[in-house]
């Protein structure tokens, strides 16, 4: 939701936790790795020149250190393992959104008809 810039009514927890470890002045990052094909994620907070190591799921780690900016670390096979590789260049999604729009300006339901041997 964060990284789609919606926002809900009240804070989800993870916003709550962001609130509660911005207001005692904490840093955090996020580190991730995997064992045995099980992806794991450590939350380590900084305060008052303290290191705290929190063991928590890649999803709720992820989604704190998204909503607080923090730094997300990965271990090199997890980026291996895990990543999308593609074959052709990525477009830009602000041209492939543009592109979308004059599509949809440009068409009409006629387009959408079959050929003439088409009689629905």
Do not use: W, Y
């Not at 709550?16 to 995997?34: F, K, N, P, R």
Request: glycine fraction near 6%.
């Amino acid at each position: 939701m964060k990284l789609q810039g919606a926002s809900t009514p009240r804070p989800m927890t993870h916003d709550l936790m962001c609130d509660m470890l911005g207001e005692l002045s904490s840093a955090l990052q996020v580190s991730v790795t995997e064992r045995e094909n099980t992806f794991f994620a450590t939350i380590t907070l900084t305060l008052g020149g303290r290191e705290i190591e929190i063991d928590s799921r890649p999803s709720a780690a992820l989604a704190t250190a998204v909503r607080s900016g923090a730094p997300i670390f990965a271990a090199e096979e997890v980026i291996a393992e895990s990543a999308i590789e593609f074959e052709h260049d990525v477009e830009d999604t602000e041209e492939v959104v543009d592109k979308f729009k004059d599509f949809l300006d440009r068409v009409t339901p006629e387009d959408f008809l079959g050929g003439e041997d088409d009689q629905s």
